[in-house]
């Protein structure tokens, strides 16, 4: 199946033209014919022969291995976003759109940065710190008697993350071309509604919340976005699946750990406001 990650697609393509041999092993064979016309074109003593060096293959210890590193970091900049938001509230909202500069700057980079994956691990961290503060004090104050918000937020993350992973090991979900398409017309046509609840947030709509704010419609929402956020989890599943197959160099690990961390903010953040509207919606 052709990925719809566009870094998978270009290596999908040089595999196609160089007879499927793996990235790997085609960077190595492309720079030994290099190496080889330089030798012969260059007149007088030669340098010794140096073998090409060949990067090492992307393997899933390697994607498991920087994913838990990059959850390690975002784990410390959330424990310092809950504690500085008491104090500065509105540091996370810069961290927001910090974070979410460094994510298009990760998405669209050619060559990954470890570093940027990291420091955007860490800034996401402090938002989501922030934020779950924020939703954390609401439900409080609305419902005092409600406990436990983000720790069940969490739990339902890693639930919903444990089982899209079974469906897909099972197969029960099958990510092909038909599936990748109607994945992207759901989520254009989702942001384009939370966009629209964006804007009506600002004139008051839903207590400024927007459309999250209005009962039942609200709840319907978040359940869409948790159910989108679940499913794209499969697509991240057979990105890795795919990259591991081609031969792509172990320094696109990052890459795949980004991409995972994007999903599963995503996810919580949908978990969290789903759970936050249902207690605050209690008598």
Request: proline letters at 4%; charged letters at 10%; hydrophobic letters at 50%.
């Amino acid at each position: 199946m052709q990925s719809r990650n566009p870094v998978l697609s270009r290596i999908g393509q040089e595999q196609s033209t160089t007879g499927g041999s793996g990235f790997a092993y085609n960077e190595g064979k492309n720079a030994y014919q290099q190496a080889s016309v330089t030798t012969m074109a260059a007149p007088g003593p030669q340098a010794p022969y140096a073998p090409p060096q060949v990067h090492e293959r992307l393997t899933l210890n390697d994607v498991i291995v920087k994913t838990a590193l990059c959850f390690v970091v975002l784990f410390i900049g959330a424990i310092a976003g809950w504690q500085i938001t008491p104090e500065a509230p509105m540091l996370y909202f810069g961290a927001m759109f910090a974070a979410l500069g460094l994510g298009l700057v990760n998405a669209f980079k050619r060559e990954v940065s470890p570093a940027l994956v990291l420091l955007y691990s860490l800034v996401e961290g402090f938002f989501l710190g922030g934020i779950s503060y924020w939703y954390n004090e609401w439900v409080t104050t609305v419902n005092p008697e409600y406990t436990g918000l983000i720790g069940q937020a969490v739990l339902g993350t890693l639930v919903a993350f444990a089982v899209m992973l079974a469906l897909y090991q099972t197969r029960i979900i099958k990510v092909n071309g038909t599936f990748a398409r109607v994945m992207m017309v759901a989520l254009v046509s989702y942001l384009v509604i939370a966009l629209a609840s964006l804007v009506a947030s600002l004139f008051g709509v839903g207590g400024g919340l927007g459309f999250y704010g209005l009962g039942w419609m609200g709840l319907a929402l978040c359940g869409v976005g948790i159910v989108l956020a679940a499913l794209c989890l499969a697509l991240d599943f057979e990105a890795i699946k795919q990259g591991i197959a081609m031969g792509m160099p172990e320094r696109e690990s990052w890459r795949m750990a980004f991409g995972l961390l994007v999903t599963l903010v995503w996810l919580y953040l949908e978990i969290l406001r789903f759970l936050a509207i249902l207690a605050s919606s209690r008598d």
